[in-house]
DNA sequence: TTTGGGGTCATACTTTCGGCTGATTTTGGG
DNA sequence: CCCAAAATCAGCCGAAAGTATGACCCCAAA
């Protein structure tokens, strides 16, 4: 039973139009026993039902043909200005200065923008021993601050 | 006679069915004349008909019915890689961030390793004006310190 | 064994920075 | 002329950075 009413609602448009047909018929059939129909007009008659069942037919595909959207996806590129990443690390510089492995390892974090506190729990050392290496750096840079140990590591080629 | 020919394309579907409705007819005719038709099955002519011109319908309404068309617009970021040293200034970002002049100006100035003090001697300000603007600054580009101020506004093309 | 280099850590102190509050003046657009 | 935004300035205070001093540890080379 859920089967076949499951087929009515699928199949609705095609069995309203074979039952309209079944009608159309029965009526003609019935002209026919009158006698009317013939002794007019043959064409005219004949264009009707044409245009009738064309206009049937119209409904029909518009029940039976979902119109799919059509999806246009348009891609603007939109451009983004990018540094070369192209960091050679300055090893002569390096080695000139004097600079300790751990002393970089602080230039670095202080670039990337963390405090000395920051820089300790990254590194695993104390707020005390990130001072000490900074200020051992700041020597070797011949700097007074952060941000000039950083404009001239960048220079230098020791940080990106 | 252009207009005429675009008429005729727009129209196609439409133009064509007429012709062959007209054909239809004209057979019909003949075929009345001969009296070859009437004498069988009257149902089962009408019924060919109706089924032929719903095909038509079918046809027509393909034509006629455009499936919609959904436009999408996808931004795709495309990095451009520049040299280092074309530093492009990043107007947009400017924008969008809503820094003022004399904001830019005080970054630039921090990131070239100076001081408050050292920046406002600059600008011909006080210290407590380039404070303002720093506070300002750090604010806009969602900081903490000045070094990842500096590094923030690397990144977003600030500045070189 | 001694020496030098590098790393780690603490403490005390000074300087600079950053946040907050408030006020006034200047500038540019409607 | 009006108004909002930008710029300027001051004061206070705690946080963070920077300086100076000293101590200890490890390791390799002389």
Redesign the interface.
Known sequence: MPAFRDFLTRHKALIL?GVF?AL??LL??WL?LRLLV?NHS??MY??A??????????????K??R????????????????????FVFNEAEFEKRGLSRRELEVLEL??????NQEIGARLFISLSTVKTHSSNLFEKLD?K????A???GKKLGLIP
Chains 1, 2 share one sequence.
Do not use: D, N
């Open positions: 139009y047909l159309l018929l003609l059939r026919e013939f043959t064409e004949i264009g039902i044409a245009i009738l069942f064309t206009a049937l037919g119209i409904w029909l595909a518009m039976l043909t119109p799919k959207e059509k999806t246009i996806i348009v891609e603007v590129e939109k451009e983004v200005y990018v540094p070369k990443a192209e202080m670039a990337a923008g963390f405090s700097v601050r952060r941000t000039q950083i404009e001239r």
